[in-house]
């Protein structure tokens, strides 16, 4: 299933078409990447709030389409990921009993979302054209309806207590968000006020019934950080600092890079030193990954980390250390600017919550937080969780642009990216290959948040046409196969080739994706 598609001059690739038309339509009139990331953007949050929407959070990375002696500074990065509100308590939680932050339907997992603030900061350094141009796409479609997608149509009722999702019942039907529709020309008018301020806000904090004050939404969630890299297959790989999970793609990919790879990804070889990464870089995630760790991908820990790597068995990591659901989307403009953006309401529908007027439903990123006392990630007022977006772009040795890429997934975001990635830059292999090539990911059987809970329990779950079970069988590693599809992400990549022209890829595990360009 090879699926590359190619262009000139521009391209956007997302899970809907609805969505990759959007933010090609602002390619069209002269707008940036950015422009045409966030109209995709926003129309996803119309017709996936499965996956994302304005009650979620936001990561993006942006290279400006500079290179040479300006290249040190063309990658920025964005974490557009909120806060707990000020009435966050953990110790309430504990009394009630609770020894992990509630999955579903508590207003406490649910910190104030950042995605909006994400757009206007995202629109504000490179956007080109008005914002109210940007979100009409989205709009027109929230107003007067879209036809319902096969992936929402069967889980649609889990929000049937709200009237936008109540009457979904088949795809191709038409719905309309009319509570979205009023946000998305709040926003386009009045800017984060609008949204922050204005009748998703003051909704928010009635739901919240004290977990939230005004202040809370008065700060803007999103900040410009300084991103990560490293070096791997003769090139850079990009992606986001804590608190996103980013170090974990750049750390199993830097002890890959320096492995002894079969010469191509069919050897069950490569699916174990890779599986082997993956594990060696995470086993320790619980106790590293918080908003303020630092120096995670130096060449020393990569170095400490690749000599645990053994290619004739599986390790067991225990003992080593001391101490959705999502939708991704990029875009590429005629200037070389590429925009890498990720966002998620975390699970599925995030916390089933809705504000009642606006139908927006709310995210649970804040399942991502502790509650054991004095924990680094310990539930608290103000406080960031830990998050499983990992964004990812590639540039070459002269700076320049090389692809945006990225796949939700939830914990298993950073092996994903390692398996396409590792194809792509290690193989030669095109877009379209290394996005619809089958996959392994560390599997529990559980949420897809609890991978490293139990890293030496984690199975190795082989997507329908793998052919690696037997060899990773002898290797040591429990195997399960999974059919084709089964919560192996849905990862994206828009490849800038030597001469120019535009590569890129949807995958089509999410069937109605979209690669398209100009």
Known sequence: MQNTRYARSGMVCSVDHLASAAGLT?????????????????????????????????????????????????????????????????????AEGHTVMPLRNDIRSAPVPGAVDGWLALHSRYGRLPMATVLAPAIDLAAHGFPVSPLLAPIASALAHHPDFAAVSSPGQLMN???????????????????????????????????????????????WVEPLRVRAFGHDVWSMPPNSQGYLLLLSLGVVDGLDLPPTPDHALWAHLLGEAARIAGHDRLSLLHEHA?????????????????????????????????????????????????????????????????????????????????????????????????????TRQDGSLRSVVGTMGGDAQPQILLQVITRLLRHGQTPGQAISA???????????????????????????????????SALGHPVAGMPYGTGFGHAHLIDVLPD???????????????????
């Open 26 to 94: 602002m390619l069209d009139r002269g707008g940036s990447a950015a422009d045409a990331a966030i109209a995709t953007n926003a129309v996803l949050a119309v017709t996936a709030p499965h996956m994302c929407g304005l009650g979620g959070d936001l990561f993006a990375l942006v290279h400006d389409g500079s290179s040479g002696c300006r290249a040190e500074g063309s990658v920025t990065a964005l974490n557009a990921s909120g806060r707990a509100g000020s009435g966050a308590d953990p110790g309430r939680l504990r």
């Open 438 to 472: 089958p996959r392994w990911r560390l599997g529990t059987g559980g949420t897809g948040f609890d991978t490293w809970d139990s890293p030496d329990e984690t199975v190795m779950e082989l997507e329908e046409g793998a052919g690696w079970a037997d060899g990773l």
């Open 177 to 223: 968000r009319p509570g979205v529709a009023r946000t998305l020309e709040a926003i386009a008018s009045s800017g984060r006020e609008g949204f922050y301020q204005g009748e998703f806000g003051q909704g928010l904090l009635e739901l919240g019934a004290g977990e939230y004050v005004p202040d809370d939404l008065a700060k803007p969630m999103a900040d």
């Open 500 to 518: 120019g022209v535009l590569a890129g890829a949807a995958d089509p595990r999410a069937r109605i994706g979209a690669a398209i360009g100009r």
């Open 294 to 394: 630092r120096d995670l991908v130096s060449e020393a820990e990569i170095a400490r980390r690749r000599a645990m790597v053994d290619p004739t068995a599986r390790l067991r990591v225990r003992g080593l250390t001391a101490e959705g659901d999502t939708t991704y989307l990029c875009a590429v403009d005629g200037d070389g600017m590429g925009v890498s953006l990720i966002q998620s309401n975390a699970s599925g529908f995030g916390s089933l919550l809705v504000e009642p007027r606006t139908g927006i439903n709310l995210h649970n990123r804040g399942i991502g937080f502790s509650l054991t006392p004095g924990h680094p990630t310990e539930y608290g007022p103000g406080r960031r969780p830990p998050h499983t977006l990992t964004p990812a772009l590639i």
